[in-house]
């Protein structure tokens, strides 16, 4: 038995030791073929060169994300690939990939805030609803973690993320990435107002510059999510 036991040691010990001793490019090309799950956590406690990726690296997890994204296509928008990521599962995953996942949904304006309760705060994770593209309505589940702080900070930095041309350039890949599968401004310009709201200007820019983004269209919209508002206050006063 105590033979066995070691015999078991060893070649888990070789197999680690293979997997550090491989390059690091090397490994994050391998792991960005794993499908986008929980497994993750413990793949990540199987090594430190693993841990590397999954838990700390969010460039990582953002190329994690979208390389995963075309393995799935053809689909006739990312609607039904965010909701797969989105509720258990998505609270079960890293840290870092919760917030690639919210940042791609926020930018991709599948997440948006909930103009039935305008009283909770921006950074109230229970103000924000996942929309179902096909419906054009919010889904029934709200967009929810169990720790109001870990939600409360997954917005902060998402927001950041979502604003700052440092982090990912998000919005400067956005019309390639999501082309023929999103429309910018289906619901609304919140990627804008908050580039402005922030004052990055440098995103603001590559917006303005988009095509498909037609700020008459966007304009009118608030404008009338702004009077469902007020007759929402009304009705409760």
Request: negative net charge; glycine residues 6%; aromatic residues 12%.
């Amino acid at each position: 038995m105590a033979a066995d036991l070691d015999e078991t040691h060893i070649q888990l010990s070789q197999r680690t030791t293979g997997l550090t001793s491989l390059p690091s490019e090397l490994v994050g090309n391998i792991l960005i073929y794993l499908p986008i799950t929980p497994n993750l956590v413990d793949i990540g406690r199987a090594s430190k060169a693993m841990a590397s990726y999954i838990f700390n690296d969010f460039r990582f997890a953002h190329r994690h994300f979208h390389h995963q994204c075309n393995l799935k296509t053809p689909y006739p928008d990312l609607y039904i690939f965010h909701a797969k990521l989105f509720g258990s599962i998505w609270k079960s995953l890293p840290f870092n990939y919760q917030t690639v996942v919210f940042v791609h949904a926020l930018a991709s304006e599948h997440l948006k805030r909930d103009i039935v309760s305008p009283l909770y705060g921006f950074f109230n994770a229970k103000n924000w609803v996942y929309l179902d593209q096909r419906r054009s309505q919010p889904s029934s589940s709200y967009w929810i973690t169990a720790d109001y702080n870990t939600s409360s900070k997954l917005l902060h930095l998402g927001r950041e993320i979502l604003a700052n041309p440092d982090l990912f350039d998000i919005r400067a890949k956005i019309a390639g990435f999501f082309a023929g599968k999103v429309d910018l401004t289906r619901y609304g310009d919140y990627a804008l107002a908050s580039a402005c709201n922030e004052g990055h200007f440098e995103i603001v820019k590559l917006l303005l510059e988009d095509p498909s983004l037609e700020m008459g269209d966007a304009e009118e919209e608030n404008e009338e999510e702004d009077e469902e508002e007020d007759e929402e206050r009304r009705g409760r006063g």
